[in-house]
């Protein structure tokens, strides 16, 4: 609940804010994690996913608390937007990347962050060792 209670609430309050100013179009930045976490039988055979597809926040083996906040909080969006009478909906749009790259606006790590930090830091055997530090692109060539 630590982090789906603040997925779920935190897109609700954006939503509400959004239909409150008459914003015409809101861009969702979810996860891939909104996606995969399904159970084997619903993934597709062709391994293409589109709209359809999303990761079952049902309780079992298949899914962890990340993907189902990020699902949650995705679909909430959605149903707060297909409630809307037709006159009032704005446009909805969701991105789901499988990483990202930045600074943390938080001091908790995040998924990304956390796979960039073990790359730095040699903690995962099959790469090669990374020198941490500025590289003049002209000593390599």
Same mark, same amino acid.
């Given at each position: 609940?630590?982090?789906?209670?603040?997925?779920?609430?935190?897109?609700?309050?954006?939503?509400?804010?959004?239909?409150? %100013?008459?914003?015409?179009?809101?861009? $969702?930045?979810? =996860?891939?994690?909104?996606?995969?976490?399904?159970?084997?039988?619903?993934?597709?055979?062709? %391994?293409?996913?589109?709209?359809?597809?999303? =990761?079952?926040?049902? &309780?079992?083996? %298949? $899914?962890?608390?990340?993907?189902? =906040?990020?699902?949650?909080?995705?679909?909430?969006?959605?149903?707060?937007?297909?409630?809307?009478?037709?006159?009032?909906?704005?446009? @909805? $749009?969701?991105?789901?990347?499988?990483?990202?790259?930045? &600074?943390?606006? @938080?001091?908790?790590?995040?998924?990304?962050?956390? @796979? $960039?930090?073990?790359?730095?830091?040699?903690?995962?055997?099959?790469?090669?060792?990374?020198?941490?530090?500025?590289?003049?692109?002209?000593?390599?060539?």
């Amino acid at each position: 609940m630590d982090l789906i209670n603040p997925a779920v609430n935190g897109t609700r309050a954006v939503m509400e804010a959004c239909h409150l %100013h008459k914003v015409k179009k809101v861009v $969702i930045t979810s =996860s891939i994690a909104a996606i995969l976490s399904a159970k084997t039988e619903d993934k597709p055979k062709d %391994h293409i996913y589109t709209e359809n597809n999303w =990761s079952d926040p049902s &309780p079992g083996d %298949h $899914i962890e608390a990340y993907p189902k =906040s990020k699902t949650m909080a995705e679909k909430v969006a959605w149903e707060f937007r297909e409630k809307l009478p037709e006159a009032e909906k704005f446009d @909805v $749009i969701t991105i789901n990347p499988g990483f990202i790259l930045g &600074p943390a606006f @938080v001091g908790a790590g995040f998924s990304s962050g956390d @796979v $960039i930090d073990k790359i730095l830091n040699g903690k995962f055997p099959m790469l090669p060792k990374v020198r941490i530090g500025c590289v003049d692109v002209r000593d390599v060539a």
